[in-house]
């Protein structure tokens, strides 16, 4: 019998079952006692799991909303707009971040010895410091050190900036403005395809065309007839001081100011460091060769690094941005009412209910990373080098 | 340029002195300053960057700074720069939380013996290693009777007490001894062949990274208790700690799984083929090699957790950023905010800064390519 035992044991195969039938049981225990504990400790409580509360009207205010909202509409309403603003953070921040850290990066890789260390000092400090504390300190620096409204810093006239946040004028759509989206999006399709088409020509006849610079031109002029055909229907609400604060214009809060620089600073400086390592990752034979065959400086970098360089750079780059989405929930701290304020803070404390609330704001955090890594392993099986 | 009208034989002639111009300071300068005309206007961009950030920066922190004040308003009457005085007034604070004045010395002592501990893990060469990591092993023993006391005629300190760079440290330290094994294991798991186990360490480490941490430590403080056994509740602290350690043993995992996917598959065949077991494959092959590979990323996860201890003042933790908010809540400093701020980013940068050099330091000592 022992034998027997033992040659089962022995076997690989067998061995393998064995332990993970051991694993599942523990596991399968661990996760009784949980759903034990949970329910005992709701009976004990007198509460029950329960997503109604989703429906009921939340009774807060949300000093910035996307969509209409007032204290009257659901708790579930409530989270939307805490997600959309979520959403608002990460969108501007990604783009500020991206346009400041390929800026750095340049600096960190430029011969100039000056520029060089200045971004490099730059880099450490920033990164260095919780992002936390950046977000703490820029808010502390608009709502402390800006003046009140009716000193307010005046830009031409039309922008203000105060420790009540920056007014700046708003667009106001008029009648006609339609063609001048269609032209904007026709100018986006334009542009791609154009792309598209000269890449192909490129591979077949190695010609290469302005790209960059023709899609630019008419990005730019496309929208711009559109205006000038329909008499420019866009006019302008410029805020105007009345009694103790300004009317009209676009109002962004300190929290969302604070909140989007203090996250594109921050996420800048790994960005920075992220694209240095993808240029020089490349290796010098590449450079040399392309220089050697008479390619200029610009050609060197846009048809021979780059290309190489961007299989490098854009995996980091996108849990970069994944970082900076989740790091936009600590809006907390400041007041800015995102998915953690909304749902996982005021509704939690107003309905009780941690357990519910909780899981919702952990799964929709859960999706969009999963969604963004799942693409992200997309691109990357697409890319990749194949070897052994 | 000099010609000698000499004749040489071939092969005698003296090295000329390089041109004028491309060594020395001048040199040094054209080369890496004013090499081409954009350069130079980059340069001189620089040099006025520089020169707004040393005027106006030298005046705010240093000259017309105040140190010595006992408010706001006795700041503003003597100068308009910085007024470090919150600083000062709450230094202690900032250090030691609200462990009570007599029993400090038992944080200067763990603070000191920390570095002893440390130092055989830290410094793979000094001498008496062997007899060094015994303590190490020791040292959280004694920390922990120390800080906390209850034992041998020490003072037992509520944890409610703790605050400043000590409590940060107190966490920090913890997580990152914690999380560095579950982070190894979890790491083995994701890449075992047995596909449950496999898919447990996938599951747990894609959830943790795929959540912000503020909702882990919101999950801590509000919801942890209905998870254990109706009655019990331990304290807030140590739900903070055990919340770090898995968030970041979650992100170790990750590197080191990188680490061991970087060894080439000829290692694992010849352990094979010597008859090593998994084990012994994984603490004499696997180990050594992924974890010496994966040092920086390890330490940069390290850091980032470090600055996420942060976060435990949203929780309600009075780490230096708490007690920096909860001194601009006292009317007495009320908007003094900047000065708050930057001192404890202050601290953090040469904390974290300290720790990435000594990374790049064992790295390049670690590193056994030929270049």
Redesign the interface.
């Known amino acids: 019998m022992s034998f027997n035992l033992l040659k089962i044991w022995r076997n690989e195969k067998s061995r393998?079952i064995i332990?993970?039938i051991i694993?599942?049981i523990i596991?399968g225990w661990f996760i009784s006692w949980?759903v034990g504990?949970?329910s005992?400790?709701?009976e004990?409580l007198g509460k029950d799991l329960s997503f109604e509360f989703l429906f009921i009207p939340a009774g807060y205010d949300i000093n910035q909303y996307l969509i209409s909202y007032n204290n009257r509409d659901s708790h579930l309403r409530a989270a939307v707009v805490g997600l959309l603003n979520t959403g608002l953070v990460a969108f501007f921040g990604i783009i500020i971040a991206t346009i400041f850290g390929l800026f750095l990066g340049v600096l960190r890789l430029?011969?100039?010895?000056?520029?060089n260390r200045?971004a490099y000092w730059y880099v450490?400090?920033t990164r260095?410091?919780?992002?936390?504390?950046h977000i703490?300190?820029w808010?502390?620096?608009i709502?402390?050190?800006l003046p009140h409204p009716k000193q307010a810093i005046d830009i031409l006239d039309v922008s203000y900036l105060t420790n009540r946040g920056f007014y700046i004028p708003k667009p106001i759509a008029e009648a006609g403005i339609e063609l001048f989206y269609l032209f904007t999006i026709i100018a986006i399709i334009f542009a791609i395809l154009f792309n598209k088409f000269s890449k192909k020509r490129q591979e077949n006849t190695g010609k290469q065309l302005p790209v960059f610079w023709i899609n630019l031109m008419v990005i730019i002029l496309f929208p711009f007839i559109a205006l000038l055909l329909n008499n420019f229907p866009i006019s302008f609400s410029i805020p105007e001081l009345k009694g103790f604060n300004f009317r009209g214009g676009l109002h962004l809060s300190p929290e969302l100011i604070a909140l989007t620089f203090a996250l594109a600073i921050y996420t800048a400086a790994f960005i920075a460091e992220i694209v240095r390592a993808g240029i020089l990752a490349i290796h010098k034979g590449q450079r040399e060769a392309a220089e050697s065959i008479g390619l200029k400086p610009d050609k060197v970098m846009n048809l021979v690094i780059l290309p190489q360089a961007r299989r490098v750079i854009i995996p980091p780059l996108t849990s970069q941005y994944l970082n900076l989405t989740?790091?936009s929930?600590?809006a907390?701290?400041i007041g800015y009412m995102d998915l953690?304020a909304t749902l996982?803070g005021i509704s939690?404390n107003q309905t009780g209910r941690?357990?519910e609330t909780?899981v919702l704001?952990?799964l929709i955090?859960?999706c969009?990373?999963?969604s963004i890594?799942s693409l992200m392993n997309w691109y990357n099986y697409r890319v990749k080098l194949v070897d052994? | 340029m000099v010609f000698d009208k000499k004749n040489y034989a071939p092969g005698t002639h003296p090295d000329l002195p390089p041109p004028p111009g491309t060594v020395g300071v001048v040199g040094w300068l054209k080369n890496?300053?004013f090499?081409s005309l954009s350069?130079s206007i980059?340069?001189l961009?620089?040099?006025y960057?520089?020169y707004l950030l040393i005027e106006g920066g030298l005046s705010w922190f240093v000259v017309d700074a105040v140190v010595n004040a006992n408010d706001k308003p006795g700041c503003r009457k003597i100068g308009d720069g910085a007024c470090w005085a919150v600083i000062v007034k709450r230094f202690d604070q900032f250090i030691y939380g609200f462990y009570p004045l007599a029993e400090r010395w038992r944080i200067d002592t763990s603070f000191f013996l920390l570095f002893i501990a440390a130092a055989p893990l830290l410094y793979p060469d000094i001498k008496f290693r062997k007899s060094m990591l015994i303590f190490s092993c020791l040292y959280p023993f004694i920390a922990f009777i120390l800080i906390k006391g209850g034992v041998f005629n020490l003072l037992t300190i509520e944890t409610n007490l703790f605050g400043g760079a000590m409590l940060t440290v107190i966490i920090g330290v913890t997580s990152i001894a914690c999380s560095l094994p579950l982070g190894i294991l979890l790491a083995l798991g994701r890449q075992s062949?047995?596909?449950?186990?496999k898919l447990?360490s996938v599951c747990f480490i894609?959830?943790m990274?795929?959540?912000?941490?503020?909702?882990l430590l919101?999950?801590a403080s509000?919801?942890l208790?209905?998870?254990?056994?109706?009655g019990t509740n331990f304290n807030l602290l140590i739900r903070v700690i055990i919340m770090m350690t898995f968030f970041s043993a979650a992100y170790i995992a990750e590197v080191i799984r990188g680490g061991i996917q970087a060894i080439p598959?000829g290692q694992y065949e010849a352990a094979d083929a010597i008859g090593l077991t998994y084990w012994q494959t994984t603490r004499f092959i696997t180990l050594p090699q992924a974890l010496k590979i994966s040092i920086p990323g390890i330490v940069n996860t390290f850091?980032g957790l470090y600055?996420?201890t942060?976060?435990v003042?949203?929780i309600g933790l009075l780490d230096p950023?708490g007690i920096g908010?909860a001194a601009l809540a006292d009317t007495k400093w009320n908007?003094?905010?900047?000065e708050t701020?930057?001192f404890?980013?202050v601290i953090?940068?040469i904390s974290?800064?300290a720790m990435?050099r000594y990374s790049l330091w064992l790295e390049k000592k670690l590193s056994t390519d030929h270049n």
Request: proline share 3%; glycine share 4%; net charge positive.
């Open positions: 393998e332990v993970q694993v599942l596991f949980l504990n949970v005992g400790n709701f004990k430029s011969k100039n010895w000056l520029a200045i450490e400090f260095n410091v919780p992002i936390l504390l703490l300190l808010h502390g620096i709502i402390n050190t989740k790091n929930s600590l907390i701290a953690v996982g939690l941690e357990m909780m704001v952990l955090y859960l969009i990373s999963l890594s052994r | 890496n300053l090499s350069n980059l340069t961009l620089s040099l960057l520089l062949r047995l596909k449950l186990v447990l894609e959830f990274r795929g959540v912000p941490l503020i909702t919101f999950v509000t919801m208790n209905y998870f254990l056994p109706p598959k850091i600055k996420d942060t976060l003042v949203i950023l908010r908007g003094l905010s900047t701020y930057l404890v980013a953090f940068f974290c800064f990435s």
